[in-house]
């Protein structure tokens, strides 16, 4: 049984970054690929950053590119999400989620079957 808990949420200021983490729990976590999804108010949820079980080959979102880096620890099984240059429109509930895949050419929502509790992120202007 896989058990993702996030932390690092909170509320700041535009321009400002946030580092989000994840403990994953259970068997197994180098073998899978690891993402990080959002969901704002009244909005669909959707594909932030995704990671393949090496860490060497991090996607992004086009809304996201250039500003969050996804990583992550396999020695402490640990996913983060570095969000620099923050932005209003990022205000989301962030959710940590696990892949039984361990790579794609074509990371969606859809790939990921465990999910965390999530963890606020507000930006204001």
């Known amino acids: 049984q896989v058990q993702l808990v996030e932390s690092g949420g909170g509320l700041v200021q535009a321009g400002g970054s946030l580092r989000l983490s994840c403990v994953y729990s259970?068997?197994?976590?180098?073998?899978?690929?690891m993402g990080w999804l959002r969901q704002a108010p009244g909005k669909e949820r959707e594909l932030v950053a995704a990671i393949d079980t090496t860490g060497q080959y991090p996607y992004s979102s086009e809304s996201v590119k250039g500003r969050f880096t996804i990583s992550r620890d396999n020695d402490k099984n640990l996913l983060f999400l570095q969000m620099n240059s923050l932005k209003p429109e990022d205000t989301a509930v962030y959710y940590c989620?696990?892949?039984?895949?361990?790579?794609?050419?074509?990371?969606?929502?859809?790939?990921?079957?465990?999910w965390g509790q999530g963890t606020q992120v507000t930006v204001l202007s």
């Open positions: 259970g068997r197994d976590f180098i073998w899978h690929g």
């Open positions: 989620a696990a892949s039984a895949f361990v790579d794609s050419a074509d990371w969606n929502q859809g790939k990921f079957n465990s």
